[in-house]
């Protein structure tokens, strides 16, 4: 018989037995962000602990030593992450039970060995769409096995593996594929037909291997194309009527001489050509080489060796928007592309050879009866770090709807307004030859220019007139020299403008008001002294790092912190007994996001804003040095009044005595004469008076 006690204490623990079953204890230090999601990163862990809350949907092992993966028993995990652990061995029926399972990485791991075992685990993942092999050391055959029961797979990283050849044979089984990355591997071969069969794929990753041709590119179904950091020399589309889907190709950092021979339907919209060697001069050897193998590869071109004005035909029908061809050979602005590219936006032709835009060069590609607009759509043109002095005042007519130039690195002088209206209002003319300058007058669509690192020593009066800038980037132009009314006609755009790195010791903006100014940088200058002016403008970010200011205006800081959000201040040696504009500009909400590496002194001793603020001792120190300051200065201005009123006091009584000395006439008076003798020592001495007159 059971006893009452007994029977008290089973009925207490049934429910708690019960509810330990139902929440299971997590291994200690691991990261549960939410009941469903547990992170054990980095803890050390040789195998998937046993005691998970069966209920988990994301489960995180990266970083571990798992070296390998028994039977795991979380039916409603979803995404299980086990990179970067020293995993080879997967049991067969590891995942058997994990049938929501649609993310599965493993990444960084050993899977090269045992790769025929491995992949049976694979079979009973029957909802998963994503997979992670990347930095196994794969070969073709490994990724075979993997993937010949992974037939619901969608994405797949094959990533920095050792990958040489692909074969149609690989992706026989996963023909639900939508992207592919296989960059970073030693691909050098891919045979007929290993992508065709993927009609569902639309991104495809092969950068960073040893490619050194695509010459019969059949893929219409592409959306996303990175054959980046081959060896291609030629990219080239058989001639045919598909409509091919390619939207994004990407060829940066290849041997391309000539640019890519494309379908005549197709979709492509973004170009990356950089850091290849399109541009050469048609009459050089290599490009005639290279011209004559795309004439044996491709039948585009049926008459012959022409001009590579027929290269660049190819692109006539391309509705591109953004070309990037940076760092390339270009060492003439290739008219031709904007004459073909009606549809183009962008286009980065930095780090090239570009020297000088003639007239000539613009009116070559003018339309017949058409106004010169050989880029009509183009609305931002890179070209710095190039060689450019001078471009015709038509250029940046032809192109109607310019709204950003980047001209950084170059050699552009802006005209002075002499140069453009044959009036001369600059007083400083020898500063500017104005034989090769570039006018910046009535630009109307004009938004952003880059004026960076040109060696511009004088910007005259009414150089952007007309030209509603929104941003001004002056960086980096030495000892340059901003004349009364340089910034006249910005006063109602401006809202960054940038003149830092300019050795400027002072700060005169020759205009009343930037009146929508939000950004101003003047750091890495000389200056000292913070102008007025900038305080009537709507400023949000204030750069003033490293100059020689050693105080704030506190007048111009008030007005300013009305709007602003953001200042920097280090690199200046600041007097912190001054520094009343800090604890202000903190009370005001204003970020001052270098604070703590902001120096400030006083008399001998360095601090940084951030101990002076919260120290009462150094705060003392002021006081002290003030109060003694004042106690110096009182005792010399005693010392001063009391010399000065001695010596006063000694020029009166000699004057006095002077004037009484020059005022005394000799004429028949009396005159006492006082005569003292002593008659002994002991004595008192007896005083005898004479009196006798004087006779004039």
Known sequence: MIGPALVGFLIFQWPLSSYLANVSLQPQDCQKSSLKTLSCWNQNLSSIPADLN????????????????????????????????????????????LVELHTLTLGRNFLSHNSID???????????????????????????????????????????????????????????????????????EIEQGTFESLTRLAELNLARNNLGSICDFKLSQLKKLNLSRNALQFFITQKTENIFQLEMLDLSYNNLLLFPLLPNRNNLKYLNLKNNKVGVLENQLPFLETLFSYHKISNLYDSGLESVENIYSALKETPLVDLDLSENQFSSFPMEICSYLVSLKSLNLSGNCLMNISDAEIKNYAQEGQPQQSCPSLKSLDLQNNQISYFSPDFLKALPKIEELILKKNYVKPCSYRNQTGESTSIQTNLVDDSHCVSFRRLRTL??????????????????????????????????????????????????????????????????????????????????????????????ELDLRNNNFTDLEESVIRKVSIYLNTIYISGNFFNCCSAVWVKFLSESNVKIPDLKNTLCFIKQNVSIFPDFISSDSLSKQCSLEVSTEVGITNLVN???????????????????????????????????????????????????????????
Do not use: W
């Open 638 to 696: 005693i010392i001063l009044f009391v010399f000065c009123f001695t010596f006063t006091l000694m020029i009166v009584f000699i004057v006095i005595r002077c004037a009484l000395n020059s005022s005394l006439p000799f004429r028949n008076n009396k005159v006492v004469s006082f005569q003292s003798g002593n008659d002994n020592q002991c004595s008192g001495g007896v005083a005898k008076i004479s009196i006798f007159e004087t006779v004039k």
């Open 118 to 188: 491995n992949s049976k685990s694979f079979l009973h993942l029957y909802r998963l769409n994503t997979l992670d092999l990347s930095l196994n050391n794969l070969d073709e055959k490994d990724v075979e096995f993997y993937l010949r029961n992974a037939s619901y797979l969608e994405y797949l990283s094959l990533s920095g593996n050792v990958l040489t050849k692909l074969t149609p044979g690989i992706f026989t089984r996963s023909q639900n594929l939508r992207s592919i990355i296989a960059e970073n591997n030693f691909i050098s």
């Open 447 to 540: 938004k952003y220019l880059d004026l960076k690192e040109n060696g511009i020593k004088l910007l005259s009066p009414c150089t952007f007139e007309h030209t509603p800038l929104v941003t001004l980037d002056l960086d980096g132009n030495e000892e340059m020299i901003l004349e009364k009314g340089a910034l006249d006609g910005l006063q109602n755009t401006l809202q960054s403008l940038s003149l830092g790195r300019n050795r400027m010791t002072s700060l005169d903006l020759s205009v009343k008001c930037l009146k929508t100014l939000k950004k101003l940088n003047v750091a890495d200058n000389y200056l000292d002294v913070l102008p007025e002016v900038i305080a009537c403008s709507p400023l949000k």
């Open 54 to 97: 069966p209920r988990l949907r994301q489960l995180d092992l990266s970083n571990n030593v798992i070296t390998e993966i028994g039977v795991v028993s979380l039916r409603f995990l979803q995404n299980l992450d086990i990179s970067q652990n020293e995993l080879h061995v997967i049991h067969e029926g590891a995942f058997k039970n």
